[in-house]
């Protein structure tokens, strides 16, 4: 996994409300294939950041780059077409459709002749590919045909993530931002989760998390990203890294590592 | 149910070399599947002990060719609103307006007619105020209005519109729309008289409709909509599109309905009536149509439909007052609820312990 453009890289990024400084002086960048995590207390602009990133928000200062070509998002559909893609936390599917048809929703395929022309779906096709999909995520649910709200929330999760996964790598080096993945999930299904979200790196997508779940990191980040109050106070590999000390970033009680940045 | 070894595919595996191979539709235990069924066809197994029922009760007056057309054509009409409502529901919109659409339909083609345009200008013009008030409608509504007070509004504009149209009173003596109304074709010897035009009309909408729902990609959008809206955005399509199509198709129904009451007593009336709305939605909440949207087929909405006909028409053979119809209609939708939520709530739960057993076994 040798890259030297950085998928998604945001730097300066400042965020102001009225005197309230959101994000203060950041820099965090994701290489492809990189799963990288964004720690922090509530309140120290984990939230405001992704949105940031996902172009919900625009920053007050600071540039984003997606694979070394700056953007400026206007709206989430630019963060969208840049390649970037948010999976949201209540997981934006449609309840009574089965599984192949929301993964397909947005492109379906059409059956070829005049019954295409009249927007005939090809349900043959689009249940073959939703299955080639979850099989190259090496996940396999329930048959591409049961209704997603006769899933368990794990298998809901893993439908949201393999179809957001399979909407950005279309485009080279695609990134996808979760926001709390696992946060309804019990354990089993977070482990799958996990596992899931490891194979999305393994294919080259970019992966900012941001998540409480300290244990998740370890297990599937490669580099954690702490703020505190709007701060950038740690940015370390995750291998190797002090339990204690973390914790002591997110908190607040630990010194930051970068005690002489300066605020531009 | 935990040692089944099927159930185990059902779960999510992480590890994909660990795969089992799974057979689609074969991983769910029985007792689910047959839950599944009663939940999604149970209005047919109803329909068929009603059928059952009268057939013995009112014999032999109710079990005949006769009886099931003059059942089939009492519901035509119903049947007709019904579809425009259920598939307004499906979409995520309760459209009320539909008995102004109706009427203001009937009077523009009664008196299109009267003044002597030809029959099929009437009835275009009928069917292209459908097609305008849904425009009207949705574009108020994906203005972030309440569809039911939207549809409100327009119900009290549309019967006022009808009646300054007909002037106060009505189109009477429409007989070049009798081909639509009474009119009965493939009359086979002398025994068979023939099926009755609405019957015909019915059976086009539902066929057309129900393919257009489950197998085109406007169709399948359109219930997605109703689902999940949200989720249909994310995905980059213009949801609002589709709710203002979901409007126009239930104004288009609505306006056929109206036209082809009009056909039947061959008299444009620009009263809207209430009562329409009301059996309609009695047919589609009977069918199980969720009103929170996205889910419902029309065939469960057809039966629906045929259920009330079948009710009336067997207590009427039998001398019974019409009233108790409706008091057992009311009953049977009631009934039907809460058999829905037990066979719904016992599906989840099995469904969630069928899952937590697979994952406890399979990690």
Known sequence: ?264 | MTTNPDVAASGVTTNPGAAPPNPAGQDMPRSISVLVFMRDRGIFVLWGLLIAFFAFWCSPYFFTVDNSLLIANAAALTALFAAGVGIGVMTGVLDLSLPGTAAVASCVCGWLLTEGYATWIGLAAGMACGAVVGIVNGLITIRGFNPIIVTIGTLSVLSGLAAVIAGGYTFPGLNQLEFMGTRRYLAFGDSFTGIPAPVFIVAGVFVIGTIFLTRTRDGIRLMAVGGNAEAVRRAGINSNRYLVLGFVISGLLAALGGLVSTAVVTEANPAASPAIIFNALTAVALAGVALTGGRGSLPRVLVGALILATITNGLTIRGIQPYWATTLTGALLLGSLAIERVIQSSVSERLMSANLSVHQKKV
């Not at chain 1, 022309?117 to 090809?122: N, R, T």
């Not at chain 1, 695609?174 to 354990?187: K, Q, R, V």
């Open chain 1, 1 to 264: 996994m040798v890259a030297t453009t950085p998928a998604l890289e945001l730097s300066g990024i400042e965020m102001h409300y009225g005197f309230v400084r959101a994000l203060d002086d950041i820099d965090i960048h994701v290489m492809p294939g990189e799963v990288v995590a964004l720690l922090g207390d509530n309140g120290a602009g984990k939230s405001t950041l992704l949105k940031v990133m996902s172009g919900a928000h625009r920053p007050s200062h600071g540039t984003i780059s997606v694979n070394g070509k700056e953007h400026t998002f206007h709206a989430p559909s630019d963060a969208a077409a840049a390649g970037v893609q948010m999976v949201y936390q209540d997981l934006s599917l449609v309840e009574p459709q089965d599984i192949a048809t929301n993964l397909n929703l947005g492109q379906e395929a059409l059956r070829r002749g005049p019954l295409g022309w009249l927007g005939f779906v090809d349900r043959k096709a689009m249940r073959r590919s939703s299955e080639r999909e979850l099989d190259r995520l090496g996940v396999r649910t329930a048959p591409m045909t049961r209704p997603v709200e006769m899933l368990s929330g794990g298998q809901r999760q893993v439908v949201a993530l393999a179809r957001s996964a399979i909407r950005v790598n279309g485009e080279a080096g695609g990134i996808l931002l979760l926001d709390e993945p696992t946060a309804a999930l019990g354990y089993e299904q977070t482990k799958q989760v996990e596992a899931l979200i490891r194979r999305m790196a393994d294919q080259g997508i970019a992966i900012v998390v941001v998540t409480h779940d300290l244990p998740l990191c370890y297990e599937v980040a490669d580099r954690l990203v702490i703020l505190n109050r709007g701060k950038k106070v740690a940015d370390l590999l995750a291998a190797g890294a002090d339990r204690d000390h973390v914790v002591g970033w997110i908190t607040g009680s630990r010194e930051s590592m970068f005690p002489t940045a300066v605020t531009s």
